[in-house]
DNA sequence: CCATGCAGTTAACAACTGTTCTCTGTAATT
DNA sequence: AATTACAGAGAACAGTTGTTAACTGCATGG
């Protein structure tokens, strides 16, 4: 399959590889919304019109980056669950896992935070949709807890799209506090550590 | 104290409230990185120039903005909360009062969701201000229940902050499904019911 | 080895942006 | 009644934007 992938189309995915990352960095201090075409080549050192080659506009530009940051997100969230099963500990090291990939990809949560709510309607349901499909297999890795015996496939649902909620809304709380104090950081931690935690009270204790 | 505003001041008030409706209005579709002077007020039907006997930029604007989305937000949460006391009942009417502010403010909702993690920094903080200052209220509320028996207080700004957050996400996607078709509408209020009552749950099993 | 395809360039366009300066009419002050 | 303050208009500015067209050079496939 993976034919060595000749000369010619290795420098366009290198190019368009460039435009992407100019694009999510340039994206740390406005929206996708404003972000301009000329903007983003100018940052490259490529002729503007060599955008076209690559993408329709800058909001094709933002539905290729929402692959590239949740497909970052994806495996995070994965390990995420299969960690927070239910006791102190794995919530900690869950909440860990999160603060971590939030410094080593902090251009990523940015945008999907971002740009979740942004002002781009076609980005906005690629998150949705993605998010929907994350939920979908936090679902999955949830039912195989002992803890969702009993449980409705709805339920288990509700539970899931609540966890992928609380771990972005981690993720932007820790993404701020990025560059605060040391003490500012461990606080929104702990905080965030203890909201897990009711909520997995809430589903120890939820039928009944 | 209030002497009838001369004729003067009450115009000059007047265009500025134009000002702030018609951006409202323009940003259902764009963030407010990407708004433009011009644009309000050629939606006003007042000259460019005019702009800056109100605001310095439209950042400032944003801040102003901010202001008044939240001043309609607020006695909103008191509501909710104090209705949201346990019982299937409340959280059902919690949910309900929130619905029913997004129909009648959907651009102060969908201004609010967008800019709180858009792109100007002034507006992000702004935004996290009043929140934090609606969470310490909450907190205040929550106190008074019975069932914050032997809660620190620290714990209990913990919870505060959990329901003001599940409280912006279930309007933004209540907002979302505004156009969608009824049941779809009626799947979200009764998922985003059962995610409250399940933190509520969580609320009542958090000690021992 | 030559012809084709195509990533990227150059130049030009009309439209738009924020900002400055100057001016005008009129409400408010004296 | 005369003077001042000031909300808004008008025109002009230098820069920027997205998009089109015609081009150049080079890797690729016959």
Redo the contacts with the bound molecule.
Sequence with gaps: MSHTL???????Q???QALLDAALELLEEQSLSS?????V??AV??????????F???EDLGVALVEEALGSLHPMIGDTVSAAGDSAGRIERAVDLIAHHVESHPAHVRFIARERHGGVQRVRRAIREQLERFAEEVKVELAKHPESKGWSDDDLLMLAGLYVDQMLMTASLCLEALEASEEERERVTRVATRQMRLIAIGRRNWLG
């Design positions: 000749g000369i010619r189309q290795a420098q366009k290198k190019t368009r972000l301009g075409l000329r903007e080549t100018r050192g490529v002729a503007p019109t060599a955008f076209y080659r690559h329709r506009s800058t």
